[in-house]
């Protein structure tokens, strides 16, 4: 559904669609491996592959945060 491309100063995180299907905003989604959730905020930028900001459910660790980088995120469309 998506990969996350960055985590932000203040701990959300910015994903690019990985297709022209993509997640609305409010749509839950999940990296069961580290075990984190977040939530859609804002979908934005080209309309074939928007990226996503997102806010995890809760605070992530550092090597939580780093291990994000790259993971894909899964979810209902």
């Known amino acids: 559904m998506a990969e996350v491309r960055a985590v932000t100063p203040n701990g959300n995180l910015t994903a690019?669609?990985?297709?022209?299907?993509?997640?609305?905003e409010g749509t839950l989604l999940t990296v069961a491996a580290l075990g984190v959730s977040a939530t859609v905020l804002r979908v934005f930028g080209p309309v074939d592959r928007p990226y996503l900001a997102l806010r995890p459910k809760?605070?992530?660790?550092?090597?939580?945060?780093?291990?994000?980088?790259?993971a894909r995120l899964t979810g209902e469309r």
């Open 16 to 24: 690019r669609a990985l297709g022209p299907e993509f997640p609305l």
């Open 58 to 70: 809760s605070v992530l660790r550092a090597p939580v945060a780093a291990a994000l980088v790259g």
